[in-house]
């Protein structure tokens, strides 16, 4: 990361968190909700809450959800993954043509393989990169 990048960008603490996000902050792009125990993005107030939902590891590269700097998205049966991860995943399901697509953590199914642009559209960004700053 260019060192310059880090003086340009909005970067706020969330008292709940205890951590560093980047972001305008909570009220302005993000808020804090409290069941789920981490900052989304305000489009998400209407989220399905999953008490501690991010303090899991992503079910696909197995990297601690709460703390990774990478972009994560809300899935519709309200578990989380990276977004890349969940890229990945639904491309290589493409190839399935009636393959149910399931939540990797509940084996809960979301969709067959021909809806999964409904599936793709529905998961939800959590947050745009979240990195930590201690």
């Not at 305008?24 to 209407?46: S, T």
């Not at 696909?60 to 700097?69: G, N, P, Q, R, W």
Request: with cysteine; charged share 15%; proline share 2%.
């Amino acid at each position: 990361m260019h060192v310059s990048s880090i003086y340009f960008r909005n970067v706020y603490h969330c008292p709940f968190c205890n951590l560093c996000r980047v972001g305008k902050g909570l009220g302005d792009d993000f808020f804090h909700c409290m069941v789920c125990n981490c900052c989304l993005a305000k489009k998400l107030v209407d989220h399905k809450c999953r008490e501690k939902g991010l303090e899991i590891n992503c079910p696909i590269c197995c990297d601690f959800l709460f703390t990774s700097s990478e972009s994560v998205r809300a899935l519709p049966c309200g578990h989380f993954m990276h977004s890349a991860c969940f890229q990945v995943y639904s491309v290589f399901l493409t190839l399935f043509e009636n393959y149910i697509v399931a939540c990797l953590i509940i084996n809960s199914a979301l969709c067959f393989v021909r809806h999964m642009h409904a599936v793709i559209t529905s998961a939800q960004f959590v947050a745009n990169r979240w990195e930590i700053w201690r």
